[in-house]
């Protein structure tokens, strides 16, 4: 979990850099493991492996990327420009989206019961539920890095 305390007094320029390297980068690199092997654990467990968990985590991941994407672009340079409540459209769109990515993360849970592998679950399947857990916790935490420190402090710049 964040410190978000360290955040609240930190300048807006800090806090947005401290997201991109912490968290959109480590967002594209979590895709890029646990997609493959998410992929590889249902051809390999077909028969078990429930059938809906890799289109959700493409969806995930595409989506994710958009919502960074349009951040990195549009709104964490207005936040750096000091665009304060010129801002509040753009933050206003991507705290809806945020609740859409929390929306999916918990359809992602309940496909996989909290991402707990069954018992004879291989080690592949063992590894991607633990990756998964791993950027779960770091969504959460980034989404709530911004909803609660960064957006709102840039409102009041």
């Known amino acids: 979990m964040t410190d978000l305390t360290l955040?609240?007094?930190?300048?807006?320029?800090?806090?947005v850099d401290h997201i991109l390297?912490?968290?959109h980068d480590t967002h594209r690199r979590q895709f890029d493991d646990f997609i493959?092997?998410?992929?590889?654990?249902?051809?390999?467990?077909?028969?078990?492996?429930p059938a809906d968990?890799?289109?959700?985590?493409?969806?995930?991941?595409?989506e994710l990327r958009n919502h960074m994407m349009k951040e990195e672009r549009v709104l964490f340079p207005m936040i750096k420009q000091g665009a304060g409540r010129?801002?509040?459209?753009?933050?206003?769109?991507?705290?809806?989206?945020?609740?859409?990515?929390?929306?999916?993360?918990?359809?992602?849970?309940?496909?996989?019961?909290?991402?707990?592998?069954?018992?004879n679950?291989?080690?592949s399947w063992r590894k991607l539920y633990e990756e998964l857990r791993e950027f779960v916790d770091d969504l959460n935490d980034h989404i709530e890095l911004?909803?609660?420190?960064l957006f709102q402090r840039a409102l009041n710049s």
Request: charge should be negative; proline fraction near 8%; include cysteine.
């Open 7 to 15: 955040w609240q007094s930190a300048p807006l320029d800090a806090t």
């Open 21 to 23: 390297s912490r968290y």
């Open 36 to 49: 493959p092997l998410a992929e590889k654990v249902a051809t390999v467990h077909a028969d078990s492996f």
């Open 53 to 62: 968990i890799v289109p959700l985590l493409h969806a995930i991941a595409d």
């Open 86 to 119: 010129g801002a509040a459209m753009p933050i206003r769109m991507m705290m809806h989206e945020h609740g859409e990515h929390e929306s999916a993360i918990s359809q992602l849970l309940a496909l996989t019961h909290d991402l707990t592998p069954p018992e």
């Open 121 to 123: 679950a291989c080690g």
């Open 146 to 149: 911004e909803n609660t420190i």
